[in-house]
């Protein structure tokens, strides 16, 4: 009797008798007939407290693949669990390296400002990658020669502003304002701790600040005496009106800070998704940043691969998934994501996604890297002379042919 076929009457009797059959009479079988844990055995049994939601949308933590294997890090961290700094216009919250110790490259920042509403004018030390996820805003920066860029954004669309960048956002007054996502590439970068015009004013003496500004003391009356970082502005002008008069005489910026993705298509297409990616090659200014969009259909898997050039720093957008981590050591790890979690993988770090859930699963992968790069598991075993492939994997010929030969992305495509 070969394995396969030996395998096949164990699952077989598995669907017959339930598992507690192969616990007691297969023994080191179980693990290679089983696909996922069952909650029912007693060996998976708590008998202790438990937190039963939790438990509920972490089913591959509690009862884990049995393929999962070892000790992975964590590599979940959900804004759910982030506190917000609010004030009247708004809120911001952050994940960094002390939430996520896999994710020591990269820290991202979720935003809401409601109408009027203005992250005040800043800089900082690492650069600033956006993704609009409601709403429209506007975003201001001077280049670093000076000049002027203003310019309007919605949903799916991105900036980016290089380190020491000052800049701005502000959410339009009609509507609801604005929420979005930033990524940093740096893990420690804290939103909390920006160099803040209003702080920098409210250090300066006023005499000192009325000689640099052309003015008088008294003019300087009502400088801010602490930090605004979300506060209601003036509601903004006309966009052209804006870029004008912020232009004066130097003349508009000819970089572009903004990218409007929203209207791009995607790179990759099959049945069961989309994957529409963004780099320095359509976003010359985001040097330190590229991303992907990825859709993934109920039922679809984003494919097993890796990312040679940088760890990646995911957002979840919409829907359910599970990422399983591979990493050198023969270990394994799934965890379950949702909208608003944060995932990471380190660099050259072996995963895929699947959708688990009934609707569009869909997340972005960041990576502080000038180009998006990745290499998958079908690419390198498909452009891998056959023999070696089924020597390696004991498939037969046929099944090799089956394996899809161009990059799909996602599958089953
Ligand atoms: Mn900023
Ligand atoms: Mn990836």
Not at 51 to 57: I, M, P, V, Y
Not at 262 to 279: H, L
Not at 297 to 321: C, F, T
């Amino acid at each position: 009797m070969n394995s396969i076929t030996r395998r096949d009457l164990l699952k077989r009797a598995a669907a017959a008798s339930g598992a507690m059959f192969l616990a007691s009479r297969a023994g080191a079988e179980e693990k290679e007939t089983e696909l996922k844990s069952n909650p029912s055995d007693p060996k998976h049994s708590i008998l202790g407290p438990r937190n039963n939601e939790l438990q509920q949308e972490n089913p591959d933590s509690t009862f884990s693949p049995p393929t999962d294997h070892g000790n992975v890090d964590p590599f979940k961290y959900p804004y759910s669990f982030a506190r917000k700094k609010t004030s009247a216009a708004g809120w911001a919250r952050q994940v960094t390296y002390k939430d996520l110790i896999t994710a020591p490259e990269m820290a991202g920042v979720n935003m809401r400002l409601l109408p009027n509403g203005c992250r005040e004018l800043h800089w900082h030390k690492s650069a600033e990658w956006a993704y609009m996820l409601e709403g429209k805003a506007r975003v201001t920066c001077i280049d670093y020669d000076g000049k002027a860029f203003v310019d309007d954004v919605g949903p799916g669309d991105l900036w980016y502003f290089p380190p020491g960048i000052p800049h701005s956002i502000q959410a339009e007054a009609q509507g609801n304002g604005c929420e979005f996502l930033l990524v940093f590439d740096d893990g420690k970068f804290n939103e909390y701790e920006t160099f803040l015009i209003s702080e920098w004013v409210a250090r300066t003496p006023k005499d000192v600040l009325a000689k640099i500004m052309g003015t008088s003391v008294e003019a300087l009356a009502k400088l801010p005496k602490e930090e605004q970082f979300i506060f209601f502005a003036q509601p903004f002008k006309a966009l052209e009106e804006e870029r004008r008069q912020a232009a004066g005489t130097l003349g508009y910026s000819k970089t572009s800070f903004t990218y409007f993705m929203s209207k791009d298509k995607p790179d990759k297409e099959t049945r069961s998704g989309t994957a529409t990616i963004n780099d320095s090659s359509k976003f010359p200014i985001s040097k330190t940043i590229a991303a992907a969009k990825v859709l993934v259909k109920p039922g679809g898997i984003r494919e097993l691969h890796w990312h040679p050039n940088s760890d990646e720093w995911q957002y979840y957008i919409k829907g359910k998934g599970r990422m399983t981590v591979f990493t050198a050591g023969n270990r394994a790890r799934t965890m379950d994501f949702q909208a608003g979690d944060v995932g990471a993988v380190g660099n050259n770090v072996g995963h895929y996604i699947e959708n688990t859930g009934t609707e569009d699963l869909e997340f972005l992968e960041v990576f502080k890297a000038p180009n998006y790069q990745d290499l998958s598991f079908t690419e390198w075993i498909s452009h891998t002379p056959k023999t070696l492939v089924m020597s390696h994997l004991n498939i037969d010929s046929a099944t090799y042919d089956a394996i899809p030969r161009d990059k799909g992305v996602i599958v089953p495509a």
